[in-house]
């Protein structure tokens, strides 16, 4: 905590001493072929896993470039398009029944507006991946192949209907006596859009991807409780139309339509009638309209049957989500009531209840930032996909780190990512006041800070302070050597870290082996180096802070051309410090490494 004493200052030259390699970083050439096995098996595990998680391929395929990522920005665009589309044809549809004068000309309009978008939709489909079970299937042979199997067909069909509407459309528009005999033909095909309904699943799977890119469990329970709202009023819109088309399409006086005289009213005030109806057959309510004949007595009795399924369901459904919202701030208003009751009882000053009370919310707002650990099903997803999540969570980080700044390869890079993402990379989150790491201690982890803002306490320090906000590096000659901290790190706000495990690192390096082993071995040889000369040359020392971007980049250079110009007969032999020493640039005196072989 804040309130804990600064480190004792340390004499001089005491980092060398302290900082052993890690055995893996000093092993031979001929001790890594015989006594790396498991990580040799281990490569070979990790090799074989990532290709059933990756993307399926085929860049043999002229069209490959084009096949789209079906969870895509740009995909999910026209998916948005689409839905909008979709329940305009939900909403409108159905209003054919009635008779809408001139606004029927605006509703063609959007037919043909309609039409022209699933005319592209089509053709398009061919080109987005497929989600099987994980994988992304994006070879365009394989595309093809899936949407032929599934929903080519029913879309082509649903098309060549629309086409078929506006021909007839188009020959009812003409003052001929076949075309008033056409009027009437073209108001019931235009029932037959109802068959566009077949879309909504297209409408579902975007809906899907929209909801799982929703961070927030509070916005998705509430716009849970939205969808089942917006569904029951769904369902009395379509009920509303049918009870119409029922009444309306009888012969004789005794329907509800002439017997309570909406037959010639205008189309708007039939529907409200009719809606209205609807929603009092789904609650206790009152309605002056009533089946009039056999046949809407019947229809009224089913619409009574399934409404008391349905709005049972609904209830039951409004009240699941009611109860998880109010789950989802219960347990932090009882601890909160608890530390209220505590604090009252102990007769606590006002000044430090609110101290603890303002701890408390923000430790509670800690909490809501979820890591992966926090999430038990994570451990049953196949191992390829996490792999994958892995990757993406971490590859900024990865990249962007300086001590990779020497590998110019991005084939090599890439190679590899996945790996040291996968194996090495984890996150961590610390509320606020509370400490990440304490003087004296052995550093397991190497610390990346992404958000946030914290507090390092040191006496190597010129003010015994820094403050950290944005990205930093901390121990990062953790990876190489065992490092013992030099500081306090402190998370002034609640801070999200990055950490990357030592060891995990060594291993996936030397079961790489190659130039990327050799190189790596190179910087942390170069690093602890650097790390000598400024301890012994500079008066404050080295401390858990980096030793400086440009510094580390400048090594990762020159350990980069000492990679390349070692001959691999002799990579994996020892190096001495006196020779990567005249690399770096270093001010030592040759006498200081005439004795000591660090690998």
């Known amino acids: 905590m804040l309130a804990q004493p600064l480190p004792e200052k340390r004499s001089p030259g005491t980092v060398g001493p302290t900082l052993q390699?890690?055995?893996?970083?000093?092993?031979?050439?001929?001790?890594?072929?015989?006594?790396?096995?498991?990580?040799?098996?281990?490569?070979?595990?990790?090799?074989?896993?990532?290709?059933?998680?990756?993307?399926?391929?085929?860049?043999?395929?002229?069209?490959?470039?084009?096949?789209?990522?079906?969870?895509?920005?740009?995909?999910?665009?026209?998916?948005?398009?689409?839905?909008?589309?979709?329940?305009?044809?939900?909403?409108v549809i159905p209003l054919t029944v009635f008779k809408l004068g001139q606004v029927s000309n605006f509703l063609d309009i959007m037919s043909i507006i309609t039409f022209a978008y699933w005319l592209l939709d089509l053709p398009g489909t061919f080109l987005v991946g497929v989600d099987l079970d994980g994988t992304l299937d994006m070879r365009p042979r394989s595309v093809a192949m899936q949407y032929f199997k599934t929903w080519f067909f029913p879309d082509l069909v649903i098309l060549l209907l629309d086409v078929v509407l506006f021909i007839v459309t188009a020959m009812a528009s003409d003052n001929t006596p076949q075309a008033l005999q056409t009027a009437s033909l073209v108001r019931a095909l235009r029932l037959f859009r109802i068959v566009r309904l077949v879309r909504l699943h297209k409408a579902a799977a975007v809906v899907d991807v929209i909801q799982m890119r929703v961070r927030s469990e509070y916005v998705v329970l509430v716009v849970k409780m939205v969808r089942q709202s917006l569904l029951i009023i769904g369902v009395n819109h379509y009920i509303a139309c049918a009870w119409f088309s029922v009444s309306d399409t009888l012969e004789g006086p005794d329907t509800w339509v002439n017997v309570f005289g909406v037959k010639n009213v205008d189309a708007w005030h039939q529907y409200m009638v009719s809606f209205h109806w609807s929603l009092t057959q789904f609650a206790p309510a009152t309605n002056n309209v009533a089946p009039q004949n056999a046949i809407e007595r019947f229809f009224a009795s089913l619409i009574v049957?399934?409404?008391?399924?349905?709005?049972?369901?609904?209830?039951?459904?409004?009240?699941?989500?009611?109860?998880?919202?109010?789950?989802?701030?219960?347990?932090?208003?009882?601890?909160?009531?608890?530390?209220?009751?505590?604090?009252?009882?102990?007769?606590?000053?006002?000044?430090?209840?609110?101290?603890?009370?303002?701890?408390?919310?923000?430790?509670?707002?800690?909490?809501?930032?979820?890591?992966?650990?926090?999430?038990?099903?994570?451990?049953?997803?196949?191992?390829?996909?996490?792999?994958?999540?892995?990757?993406?969570?971490?590859?900024?980080?990865?990249?962007?780190?300086?001590?990779?700044?020497?590998?110019?390869?991005?084939?090599?890079l890439h190679q590899i990512c996945k790996r040291f993402c996968h194996f090495c990379f984890s996150e961590q989150v610390t509320a606020a006041k509370l400490d990440v790491f304490v003087d004296g201690t052995e550093a397991q982890h190497v610390y990346v800070s992404r958000t946030g803002d914290s507090i390092y306490w040191s006496i190597l320090l010129d003010r015994n302070r820094q403050e950290l906000r944005g990205t930093h590096w901390l121990c990062e000659l953790a990876l190489w050597a065992k490092w013992h901290h030099r500081g306090q790190l402190v998370a002034n706000t609640t801070t999200r870290f990055v950490t990357i495990d030592p060891k995990s690192f060594a291993t996936i390096a030397a079961s790489e082996g190659g130039p990327i082993f050799a190189y790596l071995r190179t910087l942390g040889l170069l690093l602890i180096g650097q790390a000598e000369v400024t301890e012994e040359q500079s008066e404050d020392g080295v401390t858990d802070l980096t030793l400086g971007d440009e510094l580390v980049r400048n090594l990762a250079s020159r350990a980069s051309g000492f990679a390349q110009f070692t001959e691999p007969s002799q990579r994996g032999k020892s190096i001495r410090l006196s020779h990567l020493g005249s690399l770096a640039g270093l001010r030592r005196s040759s006498s200081d490494y005439s004795s000591q072989s660090w690998i």
């Open 21 to 91: 390699l890690y055995p893996l970083w000093v092993a031979k050439q001929t001790a890594k072929q015989a006594g790396f096995a498991a990580a040799s098996k281990l490569r070979l595990n990790i090799s074989s896993v990532l290709k059933t998680g990756d993307s399926l391929l085929d860049n043999d395929a002229c069209f490959q470039r084009y096949i789209m990522n079906p969870y895509g920005s740009k995909r999910l665009a026209w998916g948005i398009l689409g839905v909008i589309l979709i329940l305009w044809d939900l909403v």
């Open 305 to 412: 049957i399934y409404a008391f399924v349905a709005f049972s369901s609904f209830v039951s459904a409004m009240t699941n989500a009611a109860n998880e919202l109010r789950a989802f701030t219960l347990k932090s208003a009882q601890q909160e009531a608890q530390i209220r009751n505590f604090l009252g009882d102990k007769k606590v000053s006002s000044d430090l209840w609110c101290r603890i009370r303002k701890f408390c919310k923000s430790n509670n707002s800690m909490t809501r930032l979820v890591t992966e650990k926090d999430i038990a099903l994570f451990n049953d997803i196949p191992e390829s996909l996490r792999i994958l999540l892995h990757e993406e969570l971490y590859r900024e980080v990865f990249l962007d780190s300086h001590f990779l700044s020497g590998i110019q390869d991005a084939d090599d």
